[in-house]
């Protein structure tokens, strides 16, 4: 990547990773789409404590919402009224996401279920040894710790309707409908209808348009050659990484984009 070096160091989530750009000890970090915006507009996760010092510099793949249960009985969102179901931990951007979908669905979380606050991989050995009914990740399928329970014990994965996703999208516009086709794990042999955010790369404001050019030419450059070692990058297109609304481009992408023939908002 030409005279611009990247540090790879370790990410705290999407929060941590916005305030530590905010705080200067980050130039680039890795984050939800949602959290992107709760940060930019100062809600949710950010609720008066609105950071905004950051620009878009790529989308590049989706992160389903997967509600895993091992209950066949539970069959839509509906269910979930009145069960135990992990949220993910206390305020992270799971939780918020879990508050969105079941308040779609008309479900309080703190009044209509059992909350429970844990990661991904606490939530999978709850599921297995059936202390919760049902659980929130939000990751990429497959994702490993329902990769792991789902060899282990049957799981389902529980789908959303269309006309709960059409509701969830007038008051949060960036979830997209999305689908995880059968066989992704062990056992779940049919697609399965959900919501997904993007996973999208950011650089504070601070950081120089030629630097920020040279790192997407290089992430779009070097996509091909990486395919086989992540699979991710083979989910890397234009299309995707130009599709941010709620948060304007760094003049580095755009610049890199303008070069592709594609137009992004800028700041």
Known sequence: ???TTVT??????SKGNIEAMD?????LGFVQSDVMAYAYNGTNLFDGAKVDGFSTVAALYMEQVQIVTCNADIKSVADLKG???SVGAANSGVYFNAVDILGAYGIDVEKDISAVYQNFADSADSLKNGKVDAAFIVAGAPTTAITDLS???QAYLVSMDAKHIAKLQETSPY???ATIPAGTYSGMDADTTTVSVLSVVLANNSV?????????KSLFDGAQNNADAHAKYKELDLETATSITSVPYHAGAAKYYKEQNVEVPTA
């Open 1 to 3: 990547m030409t005279d």
């Open 8 to 13: 790879a160091i370790v990410g705290k989530g």
């Open 23 to 27: 705080a200067g000890d980050a130039q």
């Open 83 to 85: 069960k135990t179901v």
């Open 151 to 153: 060899t282990s014990k």
């Open 175 to 177: 979830y997209a409908a």
């Open 208 to 216: 120089s348009e030629d630097d920020v050019y040279n790192f997407t």
